[in-house]
């Protein structure tokens, strides 16, 4: 990737694990120069001093925080407005850190919320970032094939290993 300048989007960039990516990507995770820009998108506002991300490093990324992203209530239209408005460069994002949650005391509804806002979030970054190469999506914490309503099945045989 030497000489490829790439941009890291990390929405829900202020919860446990999006926090975590982007300390890591700020630490120059996988390697140094690997990322020239990490923008982090949170819905809460947030202060930069108050993120406890490693900034003002010679090294680091150029780091971009945006609040107010709010995937619950946007369509991929005011979504898309947001980001091409606040997020600088938002046309050469090259990878996406997903990690936005919103918990909801019926699971359907949840599943429907969540479902949305991805389809939101990837829907506007379709318009916008021609350079997108990359998504993470984290799945299995919340069971998130039964909130999606993919089949699958559990076999009862264990798995061994032939040599």
């Not at 990878?95 to 969540?114: G, L, N, W």
């Not at 998130?144 to 061994?160: A, G, H």
Request: proline share 6%.
């Amino acid at each position: 990737m030497a000489g490829k300048s790439n941009h890291a989007l990390v929405f829900g960039a202020s919860g446990n694990v999006g926090w975590g990516v982007v300390d890591q990507l700020l630490s120059n995770y996988p390697a140094p120069g690997i990322f020239s820009q990490v923008t982090a998108l949170v819905n809460r506002p947030l202060k930069l001093e108050d993120s406890c991300w490693p900034i003002g490093q010679a090294t680091s990324p150029e780091l971009q925080l945006v609040s107010g992203v709010n995937l619950v209530e946007g369509t991929v239209e005011s979504i898309a407005d947001l980001l091409r408005s606040k997020v600088k460069d938002i046309e050469n994002v090259t990878h996406v850190f997903y990690f936005v949650y919103k918990s909801e005391p019926d699971p359907k509804e949840e599943a429907r919320v969540t479902r949305r806002m991805l389809e939101v979030a990837l829907s506007a970054l379709n318009h916008l970032s021609p350079r997108l190469e990359f998504i993470v999506f984290p799945s299995g914490t919340k069971v998130s094939r039964l909130q999606f309503d993919v089949e699958y099945m559990v076999s009862d045989e264990r798995y061994t290993e032939s040599s």
